[in-house]
């Protein structure tokens, strides 16, 4: 029967940070936008555009880069290839001439101030994050339409709500974590192993790996520059970056110049607890102050957790011998298997079910991965990834000024360090003694994300951020 499915792309995607509900995700809506124009033949004819962005959106859109992910989607820039060092100079250019050039082809009029609408105190049944565009004719008509970002990227067109993907008929359908686990244990087949045979229903092996390994490019080129780059983080929160001072201290000041070189002299380094922990934190946070920085970085399963799961991946390749192809496309695919059922049975949108659905998601993809490239069971997968999220349940999302900064950041690190804890904790276990299933574990989730109060769930509103809390950081 054809269902709609998620593949691993789905749950990874390359983009820009810093959030991928906030920029990737209005980002591609507003390409959509540009497409439906082309498809209506109405691009050629457009004189003005208006953007309204609601409920969180509004609320943390500028602090997540809403705005500039809009106007660069609307002039047909992509999030995969776009220059992001351009990013700043494009959009002051808007700014400044008060030109948008509409998907590359079309000079309009534009004023930031006024065609950009923030509506704070307003928002829409769907979803809080909400964003309608609305293209003006020459004739006199108008053609509007509104997109919902629900998390991770994911984006749907108001009408399609439950249709965002291409329907497909997987060999192994996977709704819940009982699901997956059913086709393991009559079939033999890993988590991972499940997923690439229901990937052959997308593309061939050859492309999946392809595309996994080229996702694993992104999260290995952001770690390292994440590491070697210091100074001040956007915002104006002066947040100062603090991965690269942490790195220059782990490695003693030696400078390496590619990465092959830099994470074998971590792998030289030594094993003891503090230094392995100290590289795990800072993986952690060289990814996010990447993404903070509107970096290119893999949605895993969203920007604001983007460094979960390449700091457990790196503490993998360099702690546990773990830096072949064949782990790496095992350790992702396996994740993407977690994130799915996650985004299935609850939601990876922080807009909707606060920083549990983000961090605590990321924890238990990364937990999961790594007991299976350990070398554990299709049990004892499932028991890692109910650990790590367990012990994120009622996380809440408040972002200081709106910014992926604080606490957002360091709570990379301590995602990061839960899901190692997890493993080793499954790894040691029964799982047949369990108490508590993943399918428990999901569904409590999603029950704590209803229950949750709306100040803490990506508004800003309340918790950390509305506390005068000193933004200066000590340094490392």
Partial sequence: MLREEISVFDIFKIGVGPSSSHTLGPWRAAQQFTLALENQDYLT???????????????????????????????????????????????????????????????????????????????????????????????????????????????????????????????????????????????GLKVSEVVMENELSWRTEEETRKGILQHFHVMKDCTY????????????????????????????????????????????????????????????????????????????????????????????????????????????????????????????????GGCQAEIGVSSAMAAAALTEVMGGSQRQVLMAAEIAMEHHLGMTCDPIGGLVQIPCIERNTMGAIKAITASQLALQSNPDKAKVSLDAVVSTMWETAQDMNSKYKETSDGGLATKNIPISLPEC
């Fill in 45 to 187: 004819q457009v004189v003005q555009i208006k953007i309204l962005l609601y409920g969180s959106l509004a609320k943390t859109g500028k602090g997540h880069g809403t705005d500039v992910a809009i106007l660069l989607g609307l002039t047909g820039a992509d999030p995969v290839t776009f220059d992001v060092n351009a990013i700043d100079s494009t959009i002051a250019n808007i700014k400044e001439q008060q030109i948008l050039n509409l998907a590359g082809i079309k000079h309009l009029g534009f004023d930031y101030n006024e065609d950009l609408i923030f509506l704070y105190n307003e928002s829409l049944p769907y979803h809080p994050n909400a964003v309608t565009f609305q293209a003006f004719l020459e004739n006199g008509k108008a053609f509007s339409e509104t997109y919902y970002s629900i998390g991770g990227g994911f984006v749907v067109k108001e009408g399609e709500a439950g249709r965002e993907k291409t329907l497909v008929e997987l060999p192994f359908p996977v709704e819940k974590a009982a699901d997956l686990l059913h086709w393991c244990l009559t079939t």
């Fill in 225 to 352: 520059r994440g590491c070697h780059t210091a100074g001040v983080l956007p915002g104006g929160l002066n947040v100062g970056r603090r991965a690269a001072a942490l790195n220059k201290r782990l490695i003693n000041g030696q400078p390496y110049d590619d990465y092959a070189s830099w994470l074998e002299a971590i792998r030289k380094g030594g094993n003891g607890f503090n230094y392995i922990l100290d590289w795990v934190s800072c993986f952690a946070l060289a990814v996010n102050e990447e993404n903070a920085s509107f970096g290119r970085v893999v949605t895993a399963p969203t920007n604001g957790a983007a460094g979960v799961i390449p700091a457990v991946l790196q503490y993998y390749m360099a702690f546990c011998d773990g830096y072949t192809e064949e782990k790496i496309v095992q350790f992702i695919a396996c994740a993407s298997e977690i994130g799915s059922i996650f985004k299935k049975g609850a939601t990876i949108s922080a807009a909707m």
